[in-house]
């Protein structure tokens, strides 16, 4: 991650992209048909999305989330106030839980940040118990995460050196094949890799364009090293490109990968 990208606004972030993440998460919660009354570890949980979508959708005994983020942690926490939910600070290559702890551990959207992705798969599937479930998913930056995927092909489309900071070009590991191998090589099994596609529908351009203020993530950080000319062009840009219905709206669509193995 490049020290100019912050992650630690739970609001700006939820703006950005959490809203539809937690679309994202409960597809991917229930297709893992994880048994009730089982132990979940969520892992880079951020403000809570996936965690809140394990208590809605996978019924657990106990939920724990964790996450390098004191920001993003006291945002989680001001959103769940079920009892069966913790959160703490910590460092998903080095997880602060004895082994087989967890019936199952997920990741959602963190795995392309962290800097030894190997180490962070291999310790989800230490803290499983054997038969249990480890899952994450990686939006789909190439294709299939379009409001992402727009904003770059313009700002590259007006300065060519933005190119190098599209997370389609800095993060390989968010497509199926390097997923597959990544829960390969932690020693899980029964691997498959699928797509989840979810709408993100903007009620105009100011709906879209705003949350990239924010400063959260990589096109946020870059719009925030604009000056107020080239960020002008870049939004006139935008609005042009972006498909505006007629009532103004814009209906996108985001897809993530998801990657579920069993240890």
């Known amino acids: 991650m ?27 919660v229930r297709r893992l048909g994880v048994p009730a009354g089982r132990r979940w570890l969520d892992v880079g949980c951020g403000t ?9 959708k996978g019924d657990p005994a106990a939920v724990h989330g964790v996450d ?6 006291a945002h989680a926490r001001r959103d769940t106030d079920d009892p069966r939910a913790r959160f703490a600070v910590g460092d998903a290559r080095a997880l602060p839980f004895p082994e087989a702890r967890f019936d199952a551990a997920v990741s959602g959207l963190v795995l392309n940040f962290v800097p030894e992705p190997e180490d962070a798969a291999e310790e989800l599937a ?9 899952g994450a998913y990686l939006w ?63 009620r105009d351009l100011d709906d879209y364009w705003t949350p990239f203020l924010g400063g959260q993530g990589p096109a946020p950080a870059f719009v925030a090293t604009l000056d107020e000319d080239r960020r002008a062009a870049l939004h006139t ?22 990657v579920s193995g069993t240890r």
């Not at 390098?68 to 942690?73: A, D, K, Q, T, V």
């Not at 490109?241 to 009532?247: M, Q, S, Y």
Request: hydrophobic share 45%; glycine share 10%; charged share 25%.
């Open 2 to 28: 490049s020290a100019s990208e912050v992650w630690n606004v739970g609001e700006a972030y939820e703006r950005y992209v959490g809203r539809w993440s937690r679309d994202v998460a409960d597809v991917f």
């Open 48 to 56: 809570g999305a996936l965690t809140s979508a394990v208590l809605r």
């Open 68 to 73: 390098s983020s004191e920001g993003f942690l």
């Open 126 to 134: 230490r803290v499983v118990a054997p038969g249990g479930v480890v």
């Open 140 to 202: 789909d930056y190439a294709d299939g995460m379009q409001m992402i995927r727009l904003f770059w092909d313009a700002a590259t489309a007006l300065d060519p050196a933005a190119a190098r900071l599209d997370e389609a070009r800095r993060f390989p590991l968010c497509r199926p094949e390097p997923l597959h191998t990544l829960w390969t090589g932690a020693g899980l099994t029964g691997v498959e890799v699928e797509p989840i596609e979810v709408p993100t529908r903007f």
């Open 237 to 258: 840009l935008m609005g042009e490109r972006l498909p505006v219905a007629g009532d103004g709206s814009i209906t996108l669509s985001a897809r993530a990968w998801a």
